[in-house]
Structures are given as structure tokens and as C-alpha cells.
């Protein structure tokens, strides 16, 4: 699995137009793997266990639907000419237009869903900003078959999609649209703030395997 990078973070950013760091509520939260942090740590203080491998599993799994929204966008935000939109135009096919738009959406409401169940106040953020990422085209997404449910997530009528201009698709999926780069940017913060908290907790039970082993060191039981 392809893992999303700090680099990424920057392209992302570059592409969307969004500030990458922001002085705020959602910069001293944004960071699991400072264990000074009296914010984050009051959060986890709710579920009474500093290291649980259930976090990291959930960690993980937000990771892994992170990564695969951020490279779905990756592939309809990609400029020059071996860009989807632009292969579609040479080639006069575009299926792999189709295909993409459909691949973004399924692992849209793949994250969203992952991000809900495992709710905090930074992933209850990023849904939020998702969902206005969507919100805000939701008339444009009309336009081309795609509609917006009560819970956030959307659904495609394939048929209306594949009637639609290429131009028209571009204007919303590429990167002369909003929906895909902020998706793009979005995907990209959730997976790096999982991988920090993955190396938050290994790290925690690496501090402890340390310290068992200093500890039993002292004694000789054969002795």
C-alpha cells in the first residue's frame, strides 16, 4: 500500500490552494505523537486505556481508506497531458474518466464512513470539511448524475454521468474544480494524523518493552 507523505501533503495543498498549517483548535489536536499535549491527552482520557491495540487497528483503517481517496483524487487532479482528462480528449474514450470519477466517489464515502465510526473531534473535523467539499458542488454534481444523501454520502446515475460533457466533468473533477483537490488535501491530512497516532502507540509499547526489560534484567531467578 502506497503511503501518503508529508511531499503529498505539500502537492495537495499547492493544488487546492489551502493553507497547510493553521494556527488553531485543529493544529494542537492535529498531532497524536506529542505526549505533552494536555488537549489530546484529556480527549483519550475518555476510553480509560492509553495503549489499546483497537485504536491502532482503527488507526490503520483510517490510514488505509485515507490513502486510497488521496490517490483516486491524485489520478483526476493530475496535470499535463497523460492526465485522465487529457488522454480522454486524445484518445476520444472516456471510460477512464468514468471509471475515476466512480473510483473517487466509492472511496469518498468509504472515508466518510470509516472517519464516522471512529469519531473524535479531528475526525468529526475532517468529515465536516468533506462534506462541504460536497455540499458546495452539489448543484454541479446534479448536473452530471450524482447526488447527495441526507448522511453525506453520494450516489451516481451512471447512465446520466456517461451523457455528460468531458469539459463539464473536467470543470468539476479536475483541477479547475473545488470537490477533488480539497478531497485530495483532506485524505492526505487524515492519513498522515493516522500514521502519527500508529506511531504514537508503537511507540508506546516500545517505551514499554524497554522499560519491562530493564526492570527483569535486575533479577536472576536461576540464581
Given at each position: 500500500m502506497m503511503r501518503v507523505t508529508s511531499q503529498m501533503l505539500d502537492k495537495a495543498a499547492a493544488k487546492s490552494g489551502l493553507p497547510i498549517r493553521r494556527a488553531s483548535l485543529l493544529d494542537y489536536i492535529d498531532n497524536p505523537s506529542l505526549g505533552n499535549n494536555p488537549l489530546?491527552?484529556?480527549?483519550?482520557?475518555?476510553?480509560?486505556?492509553?495503549?489499546?491495540?483497537k485504536r491502532k487497528e482503527a488507526y490503520e483503517k483510517l490510514e488505509k481508506a485515507a490513502d486510497k481517496l488521496f490517490q483516486s483524487a491524485d489520478v483526476l487532479t493530475d496535470d499535463g497531458e497523460k492526465s485522465a482528462f487529457a488522454e480522454a480528449e486524445k484518445s476520444g474514450d472516456a471510460g477512464q474518466v468514468y471509471d475515476g470519477i466512480s473510483n473517487l466517489l466509492k472511496n469518498y464515502n468509504n472515508l466518510l464512513e470509516v472517519l464516522?465510526?471512529?469519531?473524535?473531534?479531528?475526525?468529526?473535523?475532517?468529515?465536516?470539511?468533506?462534506?462541504?467539499?460536497?455540499?458546495?458542488?452539489?448543484?454541479?454534481?446534479?448536473?452530471?448524475?450524482?447526488?447527495?444523501s441526507k448522511e453525506g454520502t453520494v450516489s451516481i446515475d451512471q447512465e446520466k454521468l456517461k451523457t455528460a460533457d468531458l469539459k463539464a466533468l473536467e470543470k468539476i473533477f479536475g483541477t479547475s474544480g473545488t470537490f477533488t483537490v480539497k478531497t485530495e488535501f483532506l485524505a492526505a491530512r487524515v492519513a498522515l494524523n493516522a500514521q502519527a497516532g500508529i506511531s504514537s502507540i508503537s511507540n508506546q509499547y516500545d517505551s514499554m518493552g524497554s522499560s519491562f526489560s530493564a526492570s527483569y534484567g535486575k533479577y536472576d531467578f536461576w540464581g
Open positions: 489530546l491527552n484529556s480527549l483519550e482520557k475518555n476510553s480509560g486505556i492509553t495503549v489499546d491495540s464516522k465510526s471512529s469519531s473524535s473531534p479531528i475526525n468529526d473535523y475532517y468529515r465536516k470539511m468533506m462534506e462541504e467539499a460536497a455540499e458546495e458542488n452539489r448543484e454541479a454534481f446534479s448536473s452530471v448524475g450524482i447526488t447527495i
